[in-house]
């Protein structure tokens, strides 16, 4: 699936797709343990304004929680940056930081959690991730005002049932 930023404006798109607008959230909070929490009842609020089910939307405070402490253990970020789209059947999450300390946990130490070391903490979250999430990536990410990809964004995306509408 594209991006939501990449994704073909309506009137590009073909007979029969879904032209449902796309709903978005955006905010940013400080690299902080305790913004962890924040993050997780800000993605309940949007999604219950949505009308996104109650399965879909603890998958996604669970995504959001996993994503965030990834952001602030593994970076000397100041802030944290997050995403929420509802495009169609598609819930998107991304969180993004601003770089430097060990950085955000490659793709590969998340694979080479799922080998069977059940004992390393670090990798669980982004196990968890791939077991949540229909796909997930990581990215270079801009800070902003700037054309420098110093940090990562990391997205999940799953499907999700709206209650209503």
Aim: some cysteine.
């Amino acid at each position: 699936m594209a991006a939501p930023h990449d994704a073909l404006p309506l009137e590009h798109r073909p007979d029969g797709a879904p032209t449902t607008r796309p709903l978005r959230d955006a905010f940013h909070l400080p690299a902080r343990d305790t913004s962890v929490a924040l993050a997780r009842a800000r993605v309940l609020e949007r999604l219950r304004e949505w009308y996104v089910d109650d399965e879909s939307n603890a998958d996604a405070q669970l995504l959001m929680s996993e994503l965030f402490t990834n952001a602030v253990r593994h970076t000397d970020s100041e802030k944290v940056s997050c995403e929420l789209w509802v495009i169609g059947v598609r819930l998107r999450l991304e969180v993004a930081d601003e770089g430097g300390g060990q950085s955000v946990m490659r793709v590969e130490d998340a694979d080479r959690g799922r080998t069977g070391d059940d004992e390393r903490e670090n990798g669980r979250g982004l196990l968890l991730v791939s077991v949540l999430a229909d796909d997930w990536g990581i990215r270079r990410a801009r800070t902003s005002g700037s054309e420098s990809t110093t940090g990562h964004a990391v997205w999940a995306e799953l499907e999700c049932n709206r209650t209503h509408g």
